[in-house]
T-cell receptor, first 113, second 120 residues
Framework: GNSVTQMEGPVTLSEEAFLTINCTYTATGYPSLFWYVQYPGEGLQLLLK?????DKGSNKGFEATYRKETTSFHLEKGSVQVSDSAVYFC????????????FGRGTSLIVHP | GAVVSQHPSWVICKSGTSVKIECRSL??????MFWYRQFPKQSLMLMATSNEGSKATYEQGVEKDKFLINHASLTLSTLTVTSAHPEDSSFYICSASPGTSGSLPYNEQFFGPGTRLTVL
């Protein structure tokens, strides 16, 4: 079956530091890959996505590249802000089927001023 | 586009009462809606999948008589927690999928803001 593995958190950084949150996946076929962000007390918001190998998703300074050879979709940001503090979920949907996402466990990011 | 709302955003109720949570797709038709439960500091747990006009499909371990789901139209699904108990306290999130009709990505789900349920 499908699975998503994220690095365990919390990740604690100072403002303007470089961020990497690792995500690897197991899936058959050609899944679509997503990063969602959840701010405290809120639902999930789509941050970025990539639907085929070598695609780069980007939004709000975050980016992630779909690497089929390493089955990875690591999230990066060059300079984090306090407002980026949230929980980040990596997810995939299989090609074909019901498009129900398989989520990673989530990685909490805490950014200090 | 692709906005999903939930109502209420939070609710506190007494043990033994029933609580209804609404999930609406505001600007698209959702052929399928999903209900998730999220425990503190954990990932989302899929509870059930509902298609408009048909019975919901529940995940293993989810009591269908406890969590009643009605997908009455292409823009509305409701989750009713019957005879709620403190262990039902949680954050409930719905999502909606537009399917293959329309212009939205068919393989993407759009999430509501969640409903915090506290049972006293």
């Amino acid at each position: 079956g499908n699975s998503v593995t994220q690095m365990e958190g919390p990740v604690t950084l100072s403002e303007e530091a470089f961020l990497t949150i690792n995500c690897t996946y197991t899936a058959t076929g050609y899944p679509s890959l997503f990063w969602y962000v959840q701010y405290p007390g809120e639902g999930l918001q789509l941050l970025l996505k990539a639907t085929k190998a070598d695609d780069k998703g980007s939004n709000k300074g975050f980016e992630a590249t779909y690497r089929k050879e390493t089955t990875s979709f690591h999230l990066e940001k060059g300079s984090v802000q306090v407002s980026d503090s949230a929980v980040y979920f990596c997810a995939l949907t299989s090609s074909g089927g019901s498009y129900i996402p398989t989520f990673g466990r989530g990685t909490s990011l805490i950014v200090h001023p | 586009g692709a906005v999903v709302s939930q109502h209420p955003s939070w609710v506190i109720c007494k043990s033994g009462t029933s609580v209804k949570i609404e999930c609406r797709s505001l600007d698209f038709q959702a052929t399928t809606m999903f209900w998730y439960r999220q425990f503190p500091k954990q990932s989302l747990m899929l509870m059930a999948t509902s298609n408009e006009g048909s019975k919901a499909t529940y995940e293993q371990g989810v009591e269908k008589d406890k969590f009643l789901i009605n997908h009455a139209s292409l823009t509305l699904s409701t989750l009713t927690v019957t005879s709620a108990h403190p262990e039902d306290s949680s954050f409930y999130i719905c999502s909606a999928s537009p399917g293959t009709s329309g212009s939205l990505p068919y393989n993407e789900q759009f999430f509501g803001p969640g409903t915090r349920l506290t049972v006293l």
